[in-house]
């Protein structure tokens, strides 16, 4: 079996050799098996289906969410001799007729094997809907003519996933309606949390087992690392204003890739405009930039995609509506502004295809945590996706690589014994990305207890004023600016021209003694574990963004300062800052400041036996 997959994927497709995991995934669909496959961007998913549904009788069926993508498939799949067809939308009825008698003389036996169609691509609103289409299958299944479902992108089945898609829900049927038929997911982007609702959906064994514990007609797992080595992970401090923001985007993009193709992902399509027509005006169009998002006329993208192809536009503002099917290898570098862990990882995918170096940039500042709030407070799951992502931006010590290991992994669902070799060195840090590569005394642990506590008692006491603070004001009144003046909202307090004042001594924490890009980590350290929460109130134009006392926040603050100064109690709270500008100098000294390089403390969850693995 192995030898025929091997000599197939060469004679038929001219590869070589299997990348990742894609001969095991090949094995198991010819032994019938269900398959959950999690693979990088870019690693070869489409091979694991598409050799064994050359080797097996009747049609594999793929459901795929983009047409675009579908097309360029079966017209690859054409230049290589293999039958492939594509029901959607974009097909004309007279086509999708055509294509639907070859397959209705498939199940009546009236199609000679060679002329079987082996792959048919569907989109999820097809098979969630057309009642011929259904029948179609039925008849296919009776005439034992389903070779298997392929659900392509099934990240889409969950509303916890990027890119959610209704019509992906309905797929459930087809484990229910066709249980014979083995079904594969595959996806690049794919955390615990996203597979369990995938498996639940379309009935699938989980939580994945592994050796002896797996049972012989259960589901298969595969995950490759889905690290790619030449991608060099960053976060970049993004200055207050917009214009300074800028200036760092066209130092980074003239410094280091002068004349490079690359990608800035903006939040709106406002942003986009904006970033593009800037950044082309600041470096005096030495940064040649074209803009695409959803309004951009259908013209007007093949074009961009021209321009860029050519090279007369270097650097593509977009949204991340420019995504799938960008076909470009040598994009060097991909500069983010995102709203999830899954966005960010999959906008990165579109760089370095090449296996050349490429940088991922995820330009931050503290507020952008606010814009997010407001763009996404109505969306459910969102929240625990902001968060995902502030952890990632506020780890100043933690390897990239290892997170996104963490996050992703299929593996972090089985227990650390029955790791492979190769999901063991995914927790080794990969040595280039900014944290690992951080010089010595650049990052400070900073005590955050006392600074926490004093942020929290001024929350309450906003809370208990009747008002209400946004993150940044919360950090001016924290570190006394202006004397406690600061504008807010819906106060019921000392109201003075939409600004209340608040003396310092009333808020029982005093001072807090950290600069003003600390103390928002600090409140965003605290929003992330529950000691802040964030409330919505929604006017005219937009919805703001407030923090207050979270749940965690009672129990800390009920403390005096002496218990939590003297006496040390209350929760442990540290974290990670990076040294900027003055500071520098005192961190020279390691000794002085606390400061000690990150090395230092680099404990990373590791498994203590690693297992040779089976797969
Ligand atoms: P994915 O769906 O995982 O993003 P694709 O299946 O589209 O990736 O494959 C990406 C590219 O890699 C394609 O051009 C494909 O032909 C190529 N490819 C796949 N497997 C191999 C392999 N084993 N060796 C070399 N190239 C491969
Ligand atoms: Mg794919």
Redesign the pocket.
Known sequence: MEDETGYL?NEV?G?????LC?EGVCNANLARRDIVCV?????????TYQLPAILTSGCTIVVSPLISLMTDQVLHLDEFGVSAVMLSSAVSHAESRKIQAHLYAMASGECAPKNEVKLCYVTPEKLGQDKNFWSLLNKLYEARKLARFVI?EAHCVSEMGHDYRPHYKDLGKLRTVFRKVPILA?S?TCPPKVLQDISRTLGLQYPPKRGAEAEPEGTVYFSAPLYRKNLHYSVLSKPNNFADAIKVTREFILNKHRNQSGIIYCLSKKDVEHVAKELASESNGQIRTGIYHAEVPDGRKAQLHREWREGKVNVVCATIAFGLGIDKADVRFVIHHSKSVEGLYQESGRAGRDGKDADCVLLYNPKDADRVFALTSSIPQSRGKLMDILRFVQDFEGCRKIFFANYFSVSAQLSVEEWTTEETAALDPCGHCDNCTRAPGSVKRVDLRLPAWQTLRAAEDIKRCGARLTLRQLGELVRGLGRGKVNVSGTRHKRTKGSITIAMDELAGGKVQLSREETEMLCIHLLIHDYLQEEFVPNKHTTNTYLVPGDKARRFTSLARSDVVEKGLGPKLESAFPVTGKRKAAAKDPGKDGVQPPAARAKRKRPTAPHPGER
């Open positions: 994927s497709f590869i070589e050799k299997f990348r894609q693979m990088p961007t870019g690693g070869g998913k489409s091979l392509d595959l690049a």
